[in-house]
């Protein structure tokens, strides 16, 4: 069973990377012909980085869970990782983490330069709007849920969600966090995408209240399950496999769950939140083989 549900994830992960940086390819392709000269290059450069594809993955899972069949679903998915390549580039920054190498390669400000990644960060933003909105036509979606749609998305990758949790995150720099603390930071800088990605399948969807409750209270478990495995990655992984310079966490004087838990305890930590994520599923009950084998691979996974 354990076996099976890993090789579903491994599947499903293989599948939103296929169809994703195909629509991610296209995207960068109009975006570099559309904007002249090296802007134009870096935000293809961005668009163009690889990785696990782990937010597709849950919105195609979520929304084939919530009785989602459509292929255009890709384009949401898209939406979503675009979303989370603003994120990185962002988050590279010398004046946010300041590192040199992301998935293998240059930074996008070392590729380019700080001013131009800057300005990557932030056009990409209306980049992803129009991913959604032309995603939610092709899924045939009215005003209403495409409204829910964007206000879900953008949410998670405003104030509210990632860039609240970064500007707690850079705050806690050189201080203490206890628990609770720590969690209200990546409730926003990591979880809140990843809810959202969970949550946009099930709008796609058109998801049952029942069903959408149990999906955004397997998101929020699963965000913060992401970012405690990340932070045992950190700690525990060499640059090599984390493809990024291992143990930034530790230069920059971070507060994570292994500073606060120890390893060993951080480990048992993000398996308590795979496990409450799954629990919200069992509670309505919403079977799905997919999202259930994706949570044990986020926190079993080696980079």
């Known amino acids: 069973m354990a076996d099976t549900a890993a090789g579903d994830a491994v599947a499903l992960l293989a599948e939103a990377r296929q169809v994703v940086d195909a629509e991610l390819d296209r995207c960068a392709e109009r975006l570099a012909a559309d904007v002249p000269g090296p802007l134009g290059d870096a935000l293809a450069y961005a668009l163009r980085s690889p990785g696990k594809r782990v937010r597709p993955a849950l919105v195609l899972a979520a929304y084939r869970a919530a009785g989602g069949r459509s292929d255009a679903i890709a384009g949401i998915a898209t939406a979503v990782e675009v979303v989370h390549t603003y994120s990185l580039v962002h988050d590279d920054l010398p004046c946010m983490d300041d590192d040199d190498m992301r998935r293998g390669r240059p930074t996008t400000h070392r590729a380019f330069d700080i001013p131009t990644a800057t300005r990557v960060g932030y056009l990409l933003v209306p980049v992803a709007g129009e991913e959604l909105a032309r995603a939610a036509a092709a899924l045939g979606l009215g005003a209403e849920p495409t409204g829910a749609l964007a206000v879900e998305l953008f949410e998670a990758g405003g104030i509210r969600g990632m860039v609240g949790g970064q500007w707690l995150d850079l705050e806690a720099e050189r201080r203490g966090l206890t628990l609770p603390e720590l969690t209200a930071v990546h409730r926003g800088k990591t979880g809140a995408l990843i809810r959202a990605a969970v949550v ?26 992401f970012q405690v495995a990340d932070d045992v990655l950190d700690a525990t992984g060499t640059s090599e496999e984390l493809g990024k310079p291992a143990g930034r966490d530790a230069a920059l004087a971070k507060s994570t769950y292994v500073s606060v838990l120890g390893v060993a305890a951080a480990r048992a930590e993000a398996v308590r939140h795979q496990q409450r994520a799954v629990a919200e599923l069992a509670d309505v009950p919403l079977v799905s083989e997919s999202l259930v084998a994706l949570a044990r691979y986020i926190v079993t996974r080696p980079s």
Request: charged share 20%; no cysteine; hydrophobic share 40%.
């Open 200 to 225: 946009l399948g099930g709008i796609a969807a058109g998801a049952e209240p029942g069903v959408s409750r149990a999906l955004r209270g397997y998101g929020e478990e699963i965000g913060l399950a």
